[in-house]
């Protein structure tokens, strides 16, 4: 089967969404039911090994990014570093859960595939050590590589950041707390991110920076752009942005454009991310990667010049102001005042 036949396949096949008595957490195929998949794949475990994730644990994973490659062979860093001063090669991505309650069309992680809840939860400690072996196992190979820079690679066995956002939704991690606290023990940043359906957690975790995902303008446009398994979860995100208001954390609205999805109504962004009053906004491009091909045509993607434009319209509508762009990304940064600052680590009082 083509890759147009698939993608023909698994819109047909777009699950309804369904209201259910939990609708921030579902643990799902625990009677063995089976999911339509557009794609041949014999189990998840297998999936993940393809994808270049490592397991961490019985529930969380590791995987090293692009960027990560080409600052460890002298190529550059990511928008991050340019941004808020993350060092790529010294940023550890990673997942303490796997599941989400979201099936984002741009996500390029296989969201049809559904992941169960695990009968027992590691420990925030476990956790935090086995992701750290994971990642200098992960990046052994560019110690031997001609074109990798010594120096980045021994540094890279000693993370600094850690990135809580490769895949799932981290919220339904019970202990998300103590795993923040753990990391920042050992002298890392932490930046979470979050689809912000699930306030309970996101009023208990002070990660160093905040980020919570806005990729819809109104109601309709989130069930139809991030397929959500319930309809509740709209009245959660909007909890959640006026939970960020509150927050001591450094925090930023991120909003992914797609073309044709959602990229209109920037003054309905606008009224719902002045809820939040994020010091931040990142508004970036769809990237047509992964598994998003299967649901979304390149075309989907704007340009970066159509990401600035957006930006701007909306800049002016929150009386916000350009503070910096990645063209090679697709990004654009927005703050109150036009200014940029590194993150900052919080030293540990234990």
């Given amino acids: 089967m083509s890759l147009e036949e698939k993608k023909d396949n698994a819109e047909v ?32 475990k297998t999936l993940l090994k ?29 928008y991050k570093s ?65 074109n990798a820079l010594k120096e980045r690679w021994l540094e890279s066995n000693e ?27 050992r002298g890392f940043t932490t930046f979470l991110v979050t689809n912000g359906t699930n306030p309970d957690m996101l009023a208990k975790i002070s990660p160093s920076q905040l980020y919570m995902s806005l990729d819809a303008p109104d109601f309709e446009t989130y069930l139809k752009v991030c397929q959500p398994k319930s309809s509740v979860l709209w009245e959660k995100i909007d909890e959640s942005l006026s939970l960020m208001k509150q927050k001591k954390s450094r925090t930023v609205i991120r909003t992914t454009l797609v073309k044709g999805k959602n990229m209109f109504k920037p003054e309905a962004y606008a009224r719902l991310i002045e809820k939040a009053s994020p010091d931040f906004i990142e508004i970036k491009a769809y990237m047509h990667l992964g598994f998003s091909r299967l649901r979304l045509d390149r075309s989907a993607m704007p340009t970066h010049e159509e990401v600035l434009e957006f930006s701007k319209e909306l800049a002016k509508h929150l009386g916000y102001e350009i503070a910096d762009e990645s063209e090679i990304s697709r990004v654009v940064l927005l703050s109150k005042n036009g200014k940029k600052s590194p993150a900052k680590r919080f030293p540990y009082y234990g």
């Fill in 13 to 44: 096949n777009t699950p309804v969404i369904q209201e259910e008595e939990n609708p921030v957490i579902q643990e799902e195929n625990r009677d063995g039911e089976s999911t339509f998949l557009p794609f041949d794949i014999p189990d998840f």
């Fill in 159 to 185: 993370p600094n950041n850690v990135a809580i956002s490769l895949s799932g939704e981290p919220t339904f991690y019970p202990y998300l707390p103590k795993l923040i606290e753990e990391y920042e023990k």
């Fill in 82 to 146: 340019k941004f808020y001063g993350v060092q790529s090669h010294r940023c550890l991505q990673m997942t303490p859960t796997l599941m989400c309650n979201q099936r984002c069309l741009f996500c390029w992680r296989p969201t049809e595939v559904s992941v169960p809840a695990p009968k027992e939860w590691d420990s925030p400690e476990k956790i935090v050590e086995e992701s750290i072996a994971c990642q200098r196992k992960l990046v052994t190979g560019f110690g031997g590589s001609p």
């Fill in 50 to 78: 393809k994808q270049g994730y490592a397991l961490a644990g019985r529930h969380s994973a590791v995987k090293t990014c692009l960027w990560l490659r080409h600052a460890m062979n002298d190529q550059g860093f990511c």
